[in-house]
């Protein structure tokens, strides 16, 4: 069945330092794509990077990054030169294989970055 | 600005109560989603529209129910047939109903009861 899964519940970093978020999916389409969104405690889902399965090279949009393996089937955001502001939930998503319209999500990664 | 606007950021509902959740968008764009976060949790679809007058059930449609009259509004109703509706709702649209197309967010309304 289709999965996201996101194994780090929560993590702490210094601010200033890179991050990685890790994000593994389960699909059995060859064609699919792949979101990551940040949560802050607002309650507003931000949408930060995507990338497509077809896609060469690894999405990258200002900060954020995304290291996309296709072989091992995963798909971690990284997050260069923290900041305090970067503390939130991030959430990996694909779509979903039978509708083209919906995603399925992970459970997300709760960041924590200290001064 | 463009953008998606969700009224009121904090609702309350009584018991056998039917609450609505207003989600307005001026991106124009095709298509519309409600879901719903519990707490530590990713999102759940609810209902979903690709187009005016025309809407399919999520993964939790139990409970809940909208409507699309207008492009850029798709109300979600939380019905007493929902007995555990405390959430966090978000409502989501993108440019076209297919494809892989982004979901862009608004801010999101916390349903509690009473």
């Known amino acids: 069945a289709q999965k996201i899964t996101q194994t780090q519940p929560g993590m702490f970093v210094q601010e200033k330092e890179a991050v990685t978020l890790d994000c593994t999916y389960d699909?059995?389409?060859?064609?699919?794509?792949l979101f990551w969104y940040k949560q802050p405690s607002s309650g507003e889902m931000i949408f930060l990077i995507y990338q497509g399965s077809y896609d060469e090279q690894n999405a990258t949009e200002g900060r954020y990054s995304l290291n996309f393996q296709k072989a091992r089937k995963s798909a971690n955001l990284v997050i260069s030169a923290s900041q305090l502001g970067d503390s939130a939930m991030y959430f990996c998503a694909m779509v979903r294989e039978d509708s083209n319209y919906q995603l399925i999500w992970g459970a997300g990664t709760k960041l924590i970055i200290k001064p | 600005d463009g953008g998606i606007t969700q009224s009121p950021k904090y609702l309350f509902r009584k018991e056998g109560q039917n609450v609505t959740l207003s989600c307005e968008q001026n991106l124009n764009h095709d298509a519309m989603y409600w879901y719903r976060q519990d707490p530590g949790q990713g999102l759940r679809l609810i209902y979903y529209?690709?187009?005016?007058?025309?809407?399919q059930k999520g993964d939790i449609a139990e409970g809940y129910s909208v409507s699309r009259e207008k492009k850029e509004s798709f109300p979600l109703t939380v019905t007493s047939a929902q007995k555990n509706p405390t959430a966090f709702y978000l409502c989501?649209?993108?440019?076209?109903?297919?494809?892989?197309?982004?979901?862009?967010f608004g801010p999101g309304t916390r349903l509690l009861v009473l």
């Open positions: 989501a649209s993108s440019n076209t109903a297919g494809g892989l197309e982004t979901q862009y």
């Open positions: 529209s690709q187009i005016v007058n025309d809407f």
């Open positions: 699909t059995s389409d060859q064609s699919y794509g």
